[in-house]
């Protein structure tokens, strides 16, 4: 019976180690890709910003 509740903890701790580390690793991930998208939303618009100039586009009809 002890082993059974040693065992048990032993599965739970390994489990939780598992879920951890690939929380983790999918926190991490979307940091990095949020950091990236960030910064080619900023040089887009930066981009646009000096292309544009004072050119006011107007739509004609």
């Known amino acids: 019976m002890f082993w059974k509740i040693v065992g048990g903890l032993l599965l739970a701790w390994v489990a ?13 991930a979307v940091f990095w890709i949020a950091l990236i998208a960030g910064a080619a939303f900023l040089g887009t618009a930066a981009y646009g910003a ?10 004609r009809s």
């Open 16 to 28: 939780f180690m598992v879920i951890g580390s690939v929380i983790g690793f999918l926190v991490e």
């Open 50 to 59: 000096i292309k544009g100039g004072g050119k006011n586009k107007q739509i």
